[in-house]
């Protein structure tokens, strides 16, 4: 995902000089490409993640669009206070990319595990967040955030995930795109934990389920639409997230659906169990040892269905 982002922003870039990317230090093999295509619309702040986004508010204010760019926590959670005095509280264009959303730095152990950041940054009034799931999510993501004027948050996995779409026609901010069609059963999904979830699928399908499945690239603002519709069609909703269940994407769909009048599904929410990941390991490794991985998800499910 991270090189799909650079390559769709140095694009976007080489066409608007407002366009200014910000890193804290760190991706330089990765951004390369990016400042020796437009060396003037990039900045190196260090290793301080506060004053990158105090520099990008100001930026911002005075006409630039800024993206920030670091990894797992350091540009959400250390420097949460400037995001929101500085930038959201300003509606200041500015796209904050978390590069190495939920175990992707595993074995760096769990300050470097992003597993609140969506609860916190869905909390922020007027943030948009963004969660692609494959390649073609994440440049369309990018190309949205570029064109959208405020403050979001974009979090991306860091490379290797699997292609979902061919394409995806007329991709908006705030609306689910639907993968499979299905009974009974619809899985809803955000982010890289995707890839889970295609092999989860199929792991169903064997056993003589077939679930719809959906894609959310937006967390905020929700597709309310979709959730509605299928709380009303299907038995069984479940989400799916790389992120602690409290306050993420399941406890926003819980949301939309505890205001329904009139529902059908029940909801099951598969993530981090409210719990710092204090394992360490690899991505893979981690999502097995807190249930996320292909095998627990279908598991979790038909233990419901069965129930």
Known sequence: MRDTF??????LAKADKKIELITGDLGFGVLKPYYETVPDQFTNAGIAEQNMTSVAAGMALEGKNVFTYSIGNFPTLRCLEQIRNDCAYHHANVKIVCLGGGFVY???GM????TEDIAIMRSLPD?????PADLVEAEECTKALAAYSGTAYLRLGRGGEKRIHDKIDDFQI???IKVKEGKKVVIFSTGAIFEEVQES?????????SPAVYTFPTVKPLDMNVIQKCAKEFDLIVTCEEHNIVGGFGSAVA???AEMREKKAFLLRIGLNDEYSVKVGNQKYLRTQYGMDAKSIAEKIQEIINE
């Open 6 to 11: 650079v390559r769709t922003l140095v694009q």
């Open 106 to 108: 595993g074995s760096l």
């Open 255 to 257: 949301e939309v659906m």
């Open 174 to 176: 705030g609306k689910a």
């Open 127 to 131: 943030v948009v967040v963004m969660a």
């Open 201 to 209: 699928y199929d792991i169903l399908q064997q056993n003589g389920y």
């Open 111 to 114: 300050s470097h595990h992003a």
